[in-house]
């Protein structure tokens, strides 16, 4: 056979392979798009990750982000508007004239995934039409940055809104402040990838679905929060530190200071065996220190219901809508709301 005939085989054999390359990768493409429409069909409870930027601002209260007022996007596929004042809007708007109850949490008490009204603080808000509910909680918050939200709108806005109680609503991992989120679960691939990582949680509900069938991410979350609660660790130290370091302020400006400890899914998946450590310490250290706490994780583990369907899909931290419906039914029964 000539080198003609050769290269001539050659050449055909080459776009055989590109032409069968090509076909797999289109029957890939179609098969991931038949899945990604069967898990929208089928599972509508799955919702696209992540918070629009435009939502926050940086440095709002001294070097703590916050929710840029007057502002909207989507987080976790939830409609999110803040009002003039930076707190997620509900139907019934801020009245100056009346008592405030402040609340500081992360994304938990944000209420990611959930419309405004259906979370935990929007209900509690059409149960008190009384007190204003003022929630100014976003995503990435912790305790130092609950510090800087009481100083600001305590001290240097001279308490203007009335505020007569601060509630500080407690996730697991409010206390690491300061640790690299490559080292957090995921970290290094988010650190690798984070581009990748968040275009596809942002697209695909697929990708949750698998990624739910086969990790155990609220497992994992929980065990890695859970090493923080020890007497030893300098992270837990501080923490308490600086939730009496509010409380302190609190007194002076005779303003009510409570904590509402929040659990993880895994910690209440078993309600007769319940994974509650780490509350434990929590309400054994601060009792010293005259801080007042709640913990919702008992109240949520008796209520026979699943405890997946309490949070969002494949996600053992923040609350489903019926998660945020039986937190405000535990804090109306446990707390008292002063309108003096």
């Not at 098969?31 to 599972?43: A, H, K, P, S, V």
């Not at 402040?102 to 419309?115: A, F, K, N």
């Not at 009204?117 to 912790?142: C, K």
């Amino acid at each position: 056979m000539n080198s003609v005939a050769i290269f001539s085989l050659t050449k055909k054999t080459m776009k055989k392979k590109a032409l069968l390359f090509f076909f797999y990768i289109f029957a890939l493409a179609v098969l991931y798009l038949f899945c990604e429409g069967i898990t929208r069909l089928l599972l509508p409870q799955i919702k696209p990750q992540g918070t629009d930027k435009n939502l926050i601002v940086d440095n709002m209260y001294y070097n703590s982000h916050g929710l840029k007022s007057l502002s909207s996007g989507y987080s976790n596929g939830a409609l999110v508007k803040i009002d003039q004042y930076g707190f997620r809007e509900f139907k019934t708007k801020v009245d100056t004239t009346k008592k405030s109850l402040l609340l500081l949490g992360d994304s938990v008490t944000m209420g990611i995934g959930v419309e405004a009204d259906s979370t935990f603080a929007g209900r509690l808000q059409s149960e008190l039409d009384s007190v204003n509910i003022l929630n100014p909680s976003v995503v990435g918050y912790a305790i130092e940055d609950y510090e800087n939200l009481a100083k600001h709108f305590i001290v240097k806005e001279g308490n203007k809104l009335n505020i007569s109680k601060i509630f500080v609503c407690w996730c697991l991992n409010d206390l690491y402040f300061h640790v690299p989120d490559f080292e957090t679960p995921g970290g290094s691939l988010r650190y690798l990838f984070g581009d990748l990582l968040k275009f596809i949680r942002t697209r695909s509900r697929f990708y949750m679905f698998v990624k739910t069938q086969f990790f155990d991410r609220p497992k994992t979350y929980y065990l890695f929060d859970e090493k923080f609660y020890s007497t030893e660790k300098e992270e837990f130290i501080q923490s308490i530190r600086k939730i009496e370091s509010i409380k302190n302020l609190c007194q002076i400006h005779q303003i009510e200071f409570e904590i509402l400890l929040l659990p993880y899914e895994y910690q209440i998946r078993n309600a007769e065996s319940i994974l509650d450590q780490p509350q434990k310490l929590m309400k054994d250290k601060l009792a010293e220190r005259g801080v007042k706490v709640l913990d919702a994780a008992n109240y949520l583990a008796k209520r026979k219901v699943n405890s997946t369907q309490l949070f969002l899909y494949g996600d053992g931290i923040h609350f489903s809508d019926a998660g945020h419906r039986l937190i405000v039914g535990y804090i109306i029964k446990n707390v008292m709301f002063s309108t003096r």
